[in-house]
């Protein structure tokens, strides 16, 4: 059984972008885009990885820090295919033509490729491994050069797959909801901000999720349940549509907005507050509840 951990790094999102698998530090690979996302650096480490061993027999065992990619590969990928590569609200795949070639790199071989989440920089010795060579390949792009490429996979007549970033949809902007407006107003910026935390594409990266909470968030559910930071970090992945409707954005200091919705998803009305404070400029969500409404 080969086992190997593979991840992506991006300085800005987008910004200079690397991926990496590791095996052993005689067997690893790495590269990346001069601007990409991280999802697409997450995507692209599995890519090459399926590529350079489709040459072997032996089972793949692949620790990913990303549920993103690991639920698109194992769970989305069939439905989208049968929509045209849409997701359920209708939109198109993001980053289609990197899930396209994981899905043929995938072919015959479902059953003998298993992907395991693991917890990003927690000491999982692969992951680390993985993780230092992604962020050095965007480092070296950052720098305009050329990052170490790697031995690569004994035997494998692929050196990387012909993936270049002109053909891979970005990610838009956390805040593409704004309309154009050139300055939104900090209770937009706030407004949109919510929305990400709704979507697909955030839900299923932790970075991004954890990039738009405080360190000393915290959340009351629907059940009473008390949720911590690293709580929901290691829990969160995508939802069914639910619409925000604003009932209310208020002020309550110059560094801080309490924003008052309601969540409206499989007939049920949840009326949520949350509480987003501003600190070395940057706005994340301090506090989040939910409660069902009559």
Known sequence: MIIAAADGSALGNPGPAGWAWYVDDDCWASGGWPR?????????????????????????????????VID?????????KR???????GKPVLNVEL???????MEGRRDRVRFEWVKGHAGHELN??????????????????????????AGSSVAHPAAEVGQVEEEPDLFSDLGGEPTPTDEEHVVA???ALLTDEVRGDPAAVAALLHPAWQEVGRSG????????LAEIGPIKPVSLDVVSVERVDRDTILLLWRALADERSTLRSSLWVRAGGQWQQRFHQGTDEP
């Open 36 to 68: 990409g996302t991280n999802n697409m650096g997450e995507l692209m480490a599995v890519l090459d990885l399926l590529q350079q061993t489709a040459h072997v027999d032996d089972e793949l065992h692949v620790f990913c820090d990303s549920k993103y």
């Open 72 to 80: 698109s590969i194992t769970k989305w990928m069939p439905g989208w």
């Open 83 to 89: 929509k045209g590569w849409k997701k359920s609200d």
């Open 99 to 105: 899930m396209k070639a994981l899905d043929a790199a």
């Open 128 to 153: 680390e491994a993985a993780d230092r060579r992604a962020n050095a390949a965007a480092s070296a792009y950052q720098r305009g050069v050329e990052p170490d490429a790697g031995p690569g996979f």
């Open 193 to 195: 901000m919510e929305r």
């Open 225 to 232: 349940r008390l949720w911590t930071r690293d709580d929901l």
